[in-house]
């Protein structure tokens, strides 16, 4: 069965230092998402991500965070200057069409910021 | 308020008894997720609904618009179930944009 990947699974870095997330979605998915989740709290919305624009994005995504499918195949989350407060799970998901199906989640990056 | 509540927070059932979680929204929506978060932290989606009931195995989730009210039910229970149950909504002109509960700890014991 298909699956979305993430790469890699645990990143550590020093706060202040730039950071980029990498997910490849199903091939045939045409929507794309990132979530984040902070230890012990709950999965939180980031962006959404569709015919290489966002979609929309929630007050998390600040404008140290940006999104790119760079080559029509992986899709990333790159985080300048990152803050302590960073720290957690980012999960990427996609879809092939909205509103018909739930999301597949990639297994998660874990990141650390020291 | 939080938008989606879950209940209960922490659930222990023995194995083969009879599960149901709750999720309430205070927002119009346009569908309801019910995902599943394994220890390890891995997510997978369960059902998406938008109205009436949908049934996968073991699993069933009913949603009532008007109540505001969704519920995930565990028939048979397995400790293999043991897993964080989370539900999600997309709110109304919100597009694709999912609002998490902050999740039902299930411990179904041998």
């Known amino acids: 069965e298909p699956e979305v990947t993430q790469t890699p699974s645990h990143q550590v870095t020093q706060m202040g230092q730039e950071v980029i997330l990498r997910c490849v979605p199903i091939?045939?998915?045409?929507?794309f998402y990132w979530y984040r989740q902070i230890l012990g709290q709950k999965v939180e919305f980031l962006v959404s991500?569709?015919?290489?624009?966002?979609?929309?994005k929630s007050e998390i995504f600040d404008d140290r965070f940006s999104v790119e499918r760079p080559d029509g195949s992986n899709f990333t989350l790159k985080i300048r200057s990152t803050k302590l407060e960073d720290s957690a799970m980012y999960f990427c998901?996609?879809?092939?069409?909205?509103?018909?199906?739930?999301?597949?989640f990639g297994p998660g990056t874990r990141l650390t910021v020291t | 308020k939080n938008e989606v509540e879950q209940s209960p927070q922490n659930l222990t059932a023995q194995e083969g008894e009879f599960i149901t979680i709750n999720c309430s929204y205070s927002?119009?929506?346009?569908?309801l997720h019910w995902l599943q978060q394994h220890p390890g932290g891995g997510i997978v989606s369960l059902f998406m609904?938008?109205?009436g009931k949908k049934k996968h195995g073991r699993l069933i989730a009913t949603i009532n618009i008007q109540e505001k009210h969704s519920s995930l039910h565990i028939t048979a229970s397995h400790p293999r179930d043991s897993a964080v149950y989370i539900c999600a909504v997309c709110r109304n002109n919100a597009g694709n944009m999912l609002t998490f509960g902050g999740g039902t700890r299930l411990m179904v014991k041998p």
């Open positions: 991500f569709y015919n290489n624009e966002i979609s929309e």
């Open positions: 998901a996609s879809i092939k069409t909205s509103g018909t199906v739930g999301q597949y």
């Open positions: 927002v119009g929506i346009s569908a």
């Open positions: 609904l938008s109205s």
């Open positions: 091939s045939n998915h045409l929507y």
